[in-house]
């Protein structure tokens, strides 16, 4: 029995260790995919880099994988705050030598469910808080794992420089980089980067704004989307038949959030209105637009929008409007955010003695997690 554990053990460490392997972009395509915008990465510049943490982990609830956590110790299980740490490192290292740019951590999940959401619909994320936050047989000894490692990550992360963890409790955490960006950093003027594979993301991509990017993580097909490829890659991503591009080329990046209200989100468990999917939505909103009952710019919640006829199918649109809209969550809870705080303990020392005593087995790569950070960019920590 005790050697099908070690088996077992071994095998869920690969699969952690591989699966964030993938998650660390190769710096060749880096290059590639940043080379449009490499015009705007200033030497001694910062860029605010945003990973979700949700997105990250999803991968590891495969059904045909998941029985492997089950036989994780304590010290197995620090596996994954090693690999959070040396995510950070692959990331900072690129931008410090290749780019000799600052870089500014935002790590974010939760580990409650949204109230305010649930408020408004009971199915809100149903599926994803039935598998992440529920009692779950099949999955709860994982979710343990990772609460575990995230409570040693937030003691730990405030000993790195620039470096913050968010744990947004009974917010949605979905919403922190617009929330960062636009109220409480004041980021507008550095490079955003946001790493996810949330397409709720892109409401971040207005038409005006170029500093924001977002890197969806998917292997050897990661994009790197922006407002100019945005509405493209989302059109695309649906995979239609007989695509015609002049359908949707006047589609306005600021309309984001109302497509959203209007189509299903599965992740959200969202249902959409009259079954739209992307491309209906769309020529729905442009066909509003041509009869001056839609303008081409931002909209939000509060705005009164009717879009429907139908009372019922306004309203649902209205709800679901309500659900995804990062600017209406934030000001509606905007008490709560305002809460939040990024605390500086910087310790150098600190961090090495516990990468020392805590992580020998999985140690964390220091050189890359400081690297650039409280010296010129492109320095390591010696």
Same mark, same amino acid.
């Given at each position: +029995?005790?050697? !099908? +554990?070690?088996?077992?053990?071994?095998?869920?460490?690969?699969?952690?260790?591989?699966?964030?392997?993938?998650?660390?972009?190769?710096?060749?395509?880096?290059?590639?995919?940043?080379?449009?915008?490499?015009?705007?990465?200033?030497?001694?510049?910062?860029?605010?880099?945003?990973?979700?943490?949700?997105? #990250?982990?999803?991968?590891?609830?495969?059904?045909?994988?998941?029985?492997?956590?089950?036989?994780?110790?304590?010290?197995?299980?620090?596996?994954?705050?090693?690999?959070?740490?040396?995510?950070?490192?692959?990331?900072?290292?690129?931008?410090?030598?290749?780019?000799? !740019?600052?870089?500014?951590?935002?790590?974010?999940?939760?580990?409650?469910?949204?109230?305010?959401?649930?408020?408004?619909?009971?199915?809100?994320?149903? @599926?994803?808080?039935?598998?992440?936050?529920?009692?779950?047989?099949?999955?709860?000894? %994982?979710?343990?794992?990772?609460?575990?490692?995230?409570? %040693?990550?937030?003691?730990?992360?405030?000993?790195?420089?620039?470096?913050?963890?968010?744990?947004?409790?009974?917010?949605?955490?979905?919403?922190?980089?617009?929330?960062?960006?636009?109220?409480?950093?004041?980021? +507008?003027?550095?490079?955003?980067?946001?790493?996810?594979?949330?397409?709720?993301?892109?409401?971040?991509?207005?038409?005006?704004?170029?500093?924001?990017?977002?890197?969806? #993580?998917?292997?050897?097909?990661?994009?790197?989307?922006?407002?100019?490829?945005?509405?493209?890659?989302?059109?695309?991503?649906?995979?239609?038949?007989?695509?015609?591009?002049?359908?949707?080329?006047?589609?306005?990046?600021?309309?984001?959030?109302?497509?959203?209200? #209007?189509?299903?989100?599965?992740?959200? @468990?969202?249902?959409?209105?009259?079954? +739209?999917?992307?491309?209906?939505?769309?020529?729905?909103? %442009?066909?509003?637009?041509?009869?001056?009952? #839609?303008?081409?710019?931002?909209?939000?919640?509060?705005?009164?929008?009717?879009?429907?006829?139908?009372?019922?199918?306004?309203?649902?649109? %209205? @709800?679901?409007?309500?659900?995804?809209?990062?600017?209406?969550?934030?000001?509606?809870?905007?008490?709560?955010?305002?809460?939040?705080?990024?605390?500086?303990?910087?310790?150098?020392?600190?961090?090495?003695?516990?990468?020392?005593?805590? !992580?020998?087995?999985?140690?964390? !790569?220091?050189?890359?997690?400081?690297?650039?950070?409280?010296?010129?960019?492109?320095?390591?920590?010696?």
């Amino acid at each position: +029995m005790s050697n !099908m +554990m070690n088996l077992a053990n071994n095998e869920g460490i690969q699969i952690v260790q591989n699966t964030f392997h993938s998650k660390k972009v190769k710096y060749q395509l880096l290059d590639k995919l940043f080379k449009p915008y490499k015009g705007s990465f200033e030497r001694g510049g910062t860029i605010n880099i945003y990973i979700d943490i949700n997105s #990250l982990l999803k991968s590891f609830y495969n059904p045909t994988t998941i029985d492997l956590f089950n036989s994780f110790n304590n010290n197995d299980s620090k596996i994954f705050t090693s690999e959070i740490f040396n995510i950070i490192g692959h990331y900072r290292h690129y931008f410090a030598r290749y780019h000799e !740019m600052y870089t500014t951590f935002y790590l974010f999940n939760s580990f409650d469910k949204s109230s305010y959401h649930l408020s408004i619909s009971e199915d809100y994320k149903e @599926n994803f808080y039935e598998k992440r936050l529920d009692e779950n047989s099949t999955t709860n000894i %994982l979710n343990k794992i990772i609460e575990n490692e995230f409570k %040693l990550i937030s003691r730990i992360i405030n000993y790195v420089p620039n470096t913050y963890y968010i744990n947004t409790n009974k917010l949605d955490p979905s919403s922190i980089p617009y929330y960062i960006i636009n109220y409480k950093e004041n980021k +507008m003027n550095e490079i955003n980067l946001v790493i996810s594979n949330d397409i709720l993301q892109y409401q971040l991509l207005g038409s005006d704004i170029s500093n924001i990017l977002i890197l969806e #993580l998917r292997g050897e097909k990661t994009k790197l989307i922006s407002n100019f490829n945005v509405i493209d890659e989302l059109v695309k991503s649906t995979k239609p038949k007989n695509l015609d591009e002049n359908s949707y080329k006047d589609f306005s990046p600021d309309l984001l959030n109302i497509l959203y209200g #209007l189509i299903s989100n599965k992740d959200y @468990n969202i249902s959409g209105v009259k079954r +739209m999917g992307v491309l209906r939505g769309i020529k729905f909103i %442009l066909e509003k637009i041509n009869s001056n009952k #839609l303008f081409p710019r931002k909209y939000f919640p509060t705005d009164d929008i009717q879009l429907f006829d139908d009372v019922k199918d306004n309203d649902k649109f %209205l @709800n679901n409007l309500k659900l995804i809209d990062f600017c209406n969550n934030i000001e509606t809870n905007i008490d709560k955010y305002d809460k939040i705080q990024f605390l500086d303990l910087i310790d150098y020392q600190g961090f090495r003695l516990f990468n020392d005593e805590i !992580m020998s087995r999985f140690p964390i !790569m220091l050189n890359f997690v400081f690297e650039g950070e409280g010296n010129e960019p492109g320095n390591e920590i010696n």
